[in-house]
T-cell receptor, first 114, second 116 residues
Framework: DQQVKQNSPSLSVQEGRISILNCDYT??????FLWYKKYPAEGPTFLIS?????DKNEDGRFTVFLNKSAKHLSLHIVPSQPGDSAVYFC?????????????FGTGTRLTIIP | GAGVSQSPSNKVTEKGKDVELRCDPI?????LYWYRQSLGQGLEFLIY????????KSGLPSDRFSAERTGGSVSTLTIQRTQQEDSAVYLC??????????????FGPGTRLTVL
């Protein structure tokens, strides 16, 4: 049962344009949502997060939007740069009986075309 | 300061052998997590430690998998009688405290396990 889904395994975007990565979830108890970026042979690194009580969080070129009614969030990167080429994981955080857990999606490979 | 480190970076083993994977979290981080990423899959949660105790072992795929953490620091993930489906990248992450989703997890580079 995949609670966090990234339905697009890959995405190619021209340099300078907007990249939009999507994520859907099924568990309405998630408290926070996070995006991680992963380069080959490295561990994921935290990019940006959003609380379940917000609908938008912006940090420089990165903005995350949350639509709770649709159980959908998206990451916008604008303008896209070649260094943004990586795999992006959406993750959802919950505390369940005192246990903290991050549930990850399967990732979207973003390729920025120079 | 040093980040999360994992060893070995690569491990090739024969089916049926036992393996041990090590994680050194960031100093002072009380929470430690193990994940694995199989080919073409997302990050699969395995186990979570708060200090030395493991309140959530729900992600361990079978009783061949076990993990321990001593001294609230280093953790070892052990896989007994390895199978080919155990081949994956095993990632360790740590974070500072036990509360709040804004305390981000910091990941190590992973151990790539290949079972022949």
């Amino acid at each position: 049962d995949q609670q966090v889904k990234q339905n697009s395994p890959s995405l190619s975007v021209q340099e300078g344009r907007i990249s939009i990565l999507n994520c859907d979830y099924t568990n309405s108890m998630f408290d926070y949502f996070l995006w991680y970026k992963k380069y080959p042979a490295e561990g994921p690194t935290f990019l940006i997060s959003i609380s379940s009580i917000k609908d938008k969080n912006e940090d420089g070129r990165f903005t995350v939007f949350l639509n709770k009614s649709a159980k959908h969030l998206s990451l916008h990167i604008v303008p896209s740069q070649p260094g943004d080429s990586a795999v992006y994981f959406c993750a959802a955080y919950e505390v369940n009986f005192g246990n903290e857990k991050l549930t990850f999606g399967t990732g979207t490979r973003l390729t920025i075309i120079p | 300061g040093a980040g999360v480190s994992q060893s070995p970076s690569n491990k090739v083993t024969e089916k049926g052998k036992d393996v041990e994977l090590r994680c050194d979290p960031i100093s002072g981080h009380t929470a430690l997590y193990w994940y694995r990423q199989s080919l073409g899959q997302g990050l699969e949660f395995l186990i979570y430690f708060q200090g030395n105790s493991a309140p959530d072992k729900s992600g361990l795929p079978s009783d061949r998998f076990s993990a321990e953490r001593t001294g609230g620091s280093v953790s070892t993930l052990t896989i007994q009688r390895t199978q080919q489906e155990d081949s994956a990248v095993y990632l360790c992450a740590s974070r500072t405290s036990g509360g709040g989703g804004t305390d981000t997890q910091y990941f190590g580079p992973g151990t790539r396990l290949t079972v022949l």
